[in-house]
């Protein structure tokens, strides 16, 4: 058994790799490497390096090892700045999508996990995300990512041996091993660490919100807890089990940020206190996803907490500091 990891040599990407390495199924990924990195990838794990959007690329890969089966985890992942590049989002997300669907038509590969996000949801109407819940996304990443969902729905009406899965993902932090980490500048653990390892002060962006502490609540879940649930959702298409369309990989609580602050501060040992600035526009007051569908599907569980994630980020990024 053998399944493409698109994306493979990124940060969620590398950690859904070794997931399927424990579960005895063997990966080969396919990564250009414009934000992975090759030494994410274990040491005998087939490496193709190449752009998804060479359809014949992928094609060729899943041929050449047999292939069970696609998890795309490519792609252009910031919100903020697909706003400002909104038409590499799209090639990135929605052609790159389109060059996955039709190589696994041309191959004949009918299984499919595929990385969606949040932001489809745009800014909800409730506290507590329902994957039933409407989706409005406010971004060119988001819409992106919506549109990938529907690439996929559209699967089904011409391959009826299609099985197709959207996972949801919320923010996710944390590293399974010290050799992976979290090299993006938008996400929050790697921005606050590197300010504290260069001396400065994190900020808070609002502390006026309607929350206990006044900052906002976001829902942080560990990468190895959702490269898991990928490898569940694989191993039960293969299983010939029913999956729902999508699953919201999330906590059903969340943290706010200044919980996370604080947490940093406490495992971190660099004690601070984080600036307070004013509130970004768009950002919701609370957003957290109720995951009972996938804890009842795909083996959806959150095995670590606040402090574990903090800790293993803390660790991976200290390990290669410099």
């Not at 030494?39 to 794990?45: D, K, L, N, Q, T």
């Not at 919100?209 to 006044?214: I, S």
């Not at 919201?248 to 406490?266: K, T």
């Amino acid at each position: 058994m053998s399944w493409l990891v698109t994306g493979g040599a990124g940060y969620i990407g590398s950690h859904v790799v070794r997931a399927f390495q424990e579960a005895g199924i063997d990966p080969v990924v396919i990564d250009d490497l414009s934000s992975g990195h090759a030494s994410f990838v274990p040491r005998g794990v087939p490496f193709i390096r190449g752009t998804i959007l060479d359809t014949a690329l992928v094609q060729r890969a899943l041929t050449e090892y047999s292939c069970d089966g696609v998890v795309h985890v490519a792609g252009f992942k910031y919100a903020g700045v697909s706003v400002s590049r909104p038409l590499h989002t799209y090639n990135q997300n929605v052609t790159g999508t389109v060059s996955i669907l039709q190589a696994m038509a041309d191959a004949g590969v009918h299984r499919y996990v595929f990385s969606s996000s949040a932001s489809v949801y745009g800014t909800p109407d409730s506290e507590v995300v329902t994957e039933d819940s409407p989706l409005r996304p406010e971004s060119p990443y988001g819409q992106s990512k919506l549109i990938g969902e529907w690439l996929n729905a559209d699967m089904e009406p011409v391959d009826p041996a299609w099985q197709g899965v959207n996972l949801r993902y919320f923010n996710v932090v944390g590293s399974g091993s010290d050799d992976l980490y979290d090299t993006s500048p938008h996400n929050l653990f790697p921005i606050v660490f590197d300010m504290l390892l260069a001396g400065k002060t994190p900020r808070i962006n609002g502390g006026d919100y309607a929350t206990p502490d006044g900052s906002c609540v976001r829902d942080y879940v560990h990468v190895a807890d959702l490269a898991r649930s990928h490898v569940a959702a694989a191993e039960a298409m293969m299983a010939g089990k029913k999956l729902e369309k999508a699953y919201n990989l999330g906590s059903g609580s969340g943290s706010s940020v200044r919980e996370i602050m604080d947490a940093i501060a406490r495992v971190t040992g660099q004690a601070f206190e984080p600036e307070v600035g004013p509130r970004r526009p768009g950002d919701p007051a609370r957003i957290v996803a109720d995951g009972q569908l996938a804890a009842r599907d795909i083996d959806w569980k959150m095995r670590n907490s606040l402090d574990d994630m903090v800790a293993s980020a803390w660790s991976a990024r200290r390990a290669h500091q410099g």
